[in-house]
């Protein structure tokens, strides 16, 4: 194919998808009509809170209170202005376009769904954040690997692991002197207890107690062993990476199933590890609605905060990430410069399985302080659809993880709200998220294009 | 013969007799293969003594003899536990082989996959659709025997293949890549079901999340009083020679073949990547939905919560362990159902969670794909397996 019918090829798919996407406009804000606005009455008013639910340093702000009817139609004739922009004229980025419809799309409807009554809109949010953080996790240390050019389809069972391992180190560290609820004798050896006692007194903060940073180092130590035995498997022995991560999902959940019925079930002490609590950084915290959102969080989701930013940093800024990113995109070329392609595989792989490792741990002592068999549901999985979504950068794959928390978290709030306010089952709401990954996968955002030489092994002749 | 002598003068194997050199190229194939599965039997002992508080109190009490003696004693029970269980009677037999018929079934479901170079880890979702069907169909209308049963399994085939084709016509069309796909539609499904369970597809009368229950014409009869071995199972070997044939015999197996092994030389080749690669997730789910129809239609004759223990995961180890040829496929279902049988077994009698199957499974699997480990533990030399074999490609098409 000569570069002139490429180019005429190209562009063509590029009018296609730039009209059909005017066109989708076009029908959202039809949507918002027919299925919102129409649907209120037009004395209904909404009302968001805007504080969070908890004791918080920041000032109270009032309720924001929108009259429904109105607030509907004027979003719906703001979409369909780009809609017809689009048509039209059509937009450089179409991308940030249709994240604009988006984001308004959903605003409308949660302005629908609490019709006439009232919704805290900065709880929402946060909660968010909440159900993004483990999603979070997985997206970077999937893109820690495959930045590297290694497929890491075991974010998943280094998550349950990581989740598993962080709670029993955790519970050993906190209950140090559990006894047997039968026979009355300690269960724990003595020198653990001694350990767990020295501490205890020691702490930083209540917040951030020791025996939970042990937990959490616990939690990354399997996951990078985890990793480990993955990039041993397809580095060294070039097995399929997708195998060999499948080999350790299967393996993780038959080994945390195993040993949580072995173990914690029957022996609850090792099985209440605690959880982080809210650590609220002085000062920023008192910023009003994005005070509390950022900086009155636990310590896990500042932990997730750093890792976006460091990791963002040392890829596009050190020389260690432009060599992690040689070594995905062109191994043979990184190779002929000197670069030890194994070596830095091997790293990035085993740094990938440290923070699912974290994102497991978030699972047990960063929310519920106690493993339940399968706890991670698939996360780890959308974890990697968030990072395919945010184009393997940290950054995007932050944003997309927001996006999946929000359907999660907007699925909880719909539930609240009751089926007659909101008539979609909760089932449905919870498989949202696997729709959006595959509309996703299939390119609806453009195509996403991973590390040229993801998933291939490298050979050295 | 002759010609082989002529080709290679020198070669010592042309002075061998003919059945040596199938008794070695035999021992070549399963060879490693057993040895995975010895070896994956022995670290699961081990995760079994280890994790056993009795062991230890052993150890403690009576020293290191003491101990070793109680160790061989707690993997023995086990053991043996897992052993009476599957192959002690008749019964436990019958058991054993009501437990493979399934993994017949999704194990050919990956082996197709991977034969055209497609990992489909949708077999779970595709099975509980294929139920879903078949249920609906069984318990809806009522028809003579010999329509309703066949229909039912049709029905199931036919929503497995359509649910397994999704994928494929993604990965087709847009390079998504299947394994996220087909485990997004896993949960959909699942999601889809635990609503359907507690609303359109409710039993009437109560609150429990089943269905109803499918009428008798429906149900896929057992072969002997008493046990509860159904029909399913011989289903199960004739479709397996079925898909033999079709893939060794047929050009669509071909086709199927060379996209999977390479598909430039496919397009090369004038073979259509498009249509395979549908047809081949349909196949797929296809047979990942015969997987569920015959469950349901043999076994339970309704449907509920947790209807799969996983069938779908642990047929990607039959696959890989069946080297993703019937035959092997069906010799893995069968020493699967086995264990899985054994294991239930294990663990009402031994106490051991049933999870230490998912366990050796996990090693099972290991010790196929890295082949290298088995022969670096076992010091042998075979010149046979693949190394480094790509079942799937990236992300990108």
Redesign the interface.
């Known amino acids: 194919m000569s570069t002139a019918t490429m180019s005429a090829a190209t562009s063509v798919i590029k009018e296609k998808r730039s009209v059909g996407m005017g066109i989708f406009f076009l029908v959202v804000g039809l949507a918002i009509v027919v299925l919102f606005a129409i649907n209120s009455t037009p004395d209904m008013t909404t009302t968001f809170g805007l504080n969070p639910g908890a004791r918080t340093n920041a000032p109270k702000v009032d309720d924001w209170i929108l009259p429904t009817r109105n607030a509907l139609w004027l979003l719906a004739i703001v979409v369909s202005f780009i809609g017809g922009w689009q048509l039209a004229r059509g937009f450089k980025r179409v991308n940030l376009a249709l994240l604009v419809v988006g984001l308004v799309f959903v605003f409308a409807f949660l302005i629908w769904a609490a019709r006439g009554t009232s919704m805290n809109l900065l709880g929402m949010i946060s909660a968010s954040l909440l159900r993004a953080a483990p999603i979070g996790f997985g997206a970077l240390s999937g893109l820690l690997c495959e930045r590297a050019g290694v497929i890491n389809i075991a974010i998943e069972g280094m998550m349950l692991s990581g989740a598993m391992v962080a709670v029993v180190v955790a519970s050993l560290f906190r209950n140090f002197d559990a006894v047997h609820p039968v026979t009355g004798a300690p269960l724990f050896p003595v020198w653990l207890s001694n350990i767990g006692r020295t501490l205890d007194a020691y702490n930083l903060s209540d917040a951030v107690p020791w025996y939970l940073l042990l937990g959490l180092l616990g939690g990354i130590l399997i996951g990078g062993i985890l990793a480990a035995f993955h990039a041993w498997l397809s580095i060294t022995f070039r097995v399929d990476q997708i195998v060999s991560g499948t080999v350790i999902n299967i393996f993780a959940v038959g080994i945390t199933s195993f040993l949580s019925q072995r173990f914690l079930q029957p022996i609850q002490a090792l099985n209440s590890g605690g959880t982080f609590k809210i650590l609220p950084i002085p000062g920023v915290s008192s910023i009003p609605i994005i005070g509390p959102l950022f900086f009155e969080q636990r310590f896990i989701i500042y932990l997730l905060f750093i890792l976006v930013i460091v990791i963002h940093i040392m890829l596009f800024y050190t020389r260690w990430g432009l060599r992690t990113i040689a070594v995905g995109e062109h191994p043979k070329a990184a190779d002929t410069l000197g670069i030890n392609v194994f070596r830095m595989r091997y790293i990035n792989v085993i740094l990938g399985g440290m923070v699912a490792g974290i994102g497991g741990a978030y699972f047990t002592i960063g929310s519920v302080g106690r493993f339940d068999e399968a706890l991670t549901a698939g996360k780890g999985f959308i974890g990697l659809a968030a990072m395919i979504f945010g184009k393997w950068t940290p950054l995007g794959a932050f944003g997309a993880s927001l996006i999946f928390g929000f359907a999660d978290a907007l699925q909880v709030k719909l539930q609240g709200l009751g089926i007659d306010q909101v008539p979609i089952p909760s089932e449905f709401m919870l498989m949202a998220p696997y729709i959006v990954t595959m509309f996703v996968l299939a390119g609806f955002i453009g195509r996403a294009i991973p590390p040229a030489s993801d998933g291939i092994p490298y050979e050295k002749d | 013969m002759e010609a082989n002598v002529e080709a290679t003068p020198s070669s010592p194997e042309s002075k061998q007799p003919q059945l040596l050199t199938l008794l070695s190229r035999l021992l070549d194939t399963i060879l490693v293969p057993v040895l995975a599965v010895f070896s994956a039997l022995v670290i699961g002992g081990l995760?079994i003594i280890v994790?056993d508080a009795t062991v230890y109190a052993a150890f403690r009490e009576e020293g290191v003899a003491g101990g070793l003696v109680m160790a061989w004693q707690v993997m023995a029970t086990a053991y043996g536990a897992m052993f009476s269980g599957s192959l002690g009677d008749t019964n436990a037999i019958s058991e054993s082989l009501v437990a493979s018929t399934p993994y017949i079934f999704a194990g050919l479901a990956v082996a197709i996959g991977f034969r055209g170079g497609l990992?489909n880890?949708g077999a779970e979702g595709q099975l509980l659709v294929a139920a879903g069907a078949s249920v609906v169909i069984g318990n809806s209308i009522q028809l003579p025997a010999i329509i309703h049963l066949p229909l039912a399994l049709l029905g199931g085939m036919l929503a497995g293949a359509i649910y397994g084709s999704i994928p494929g016509y993604?990965k087709a069309?847009?390079?998504?890549?299947e394994?996220?796909?087909t485990?997004?539609?896993n949960?959909?499904a699942i999601?889809?079901f635990?609503?359907a369970f507690t609303?359109p597809l409710r039993r009437a009368g109560g609150d429990a999340p089943v269905t109803d229950e499918i009428y008798r014409t429906a149900y896929l009869p057992q072969l002997f009083e008493g046990y509860r071995l159904h029909w399913g199972f011989f289903l199960a070997l004739l479709i397996a020679f079925g898909i033999w044939w079709l893939l060794f015999k047929t050009t669509i197996g071909f086709e199927i073949r060379t996209v999977g092994a390479n598909p430039n030389a496919a397009r090369y080749g004038g073979i259509n990547i498009t249509r395979i690669t549908v047809l081949t997730m349909a196949l797929s789910g296809a047979l990942a939905g015969l997987a569920g129809a015959s469950e349901l239609l043999g076994l339970n004759h309704f449907l509920a919560e947790g209807f799969s223990p996983g069938f779908g995961?642990d047929a990607?180890?039959l696959a890989?362990l069946g080297k993703s040829h019937p035959l092997g496929v069906v010799l893995a279902a069968l020493l699967f159902g086995t264990l899985r049988n054994g294991a239930t077994r294990m663990q009402s009698i031994a106490s051991v969670?049933i999870?230490?199957?998912?366990?050796?499974?996990?090693?099972v699997?290991?010790f196929i794909?890295?082949p290298?480990?088995v022969r670096w533990i076992y010091r042998v030399r075979t010149k046979s397996d693949v190394?480094?074999?790509?079942?799937?490609?990236?992300?990108?098409a």
């Open positions: 995760i994790t990992f880890i993604l069309k847009t390079g998504a890549h394994v996220i796909n485990i997004m539609m949960w959909i999601r889809f635990s609503w609303g995961f990607i180890a890989l969670p999870d230490i199957i998912s366990v050796v499974q996990a090693l699997i290991v794909a890295a290298a480990i190394e480094g074999t790509t079942f799937t490609r990236g992300w990108g």
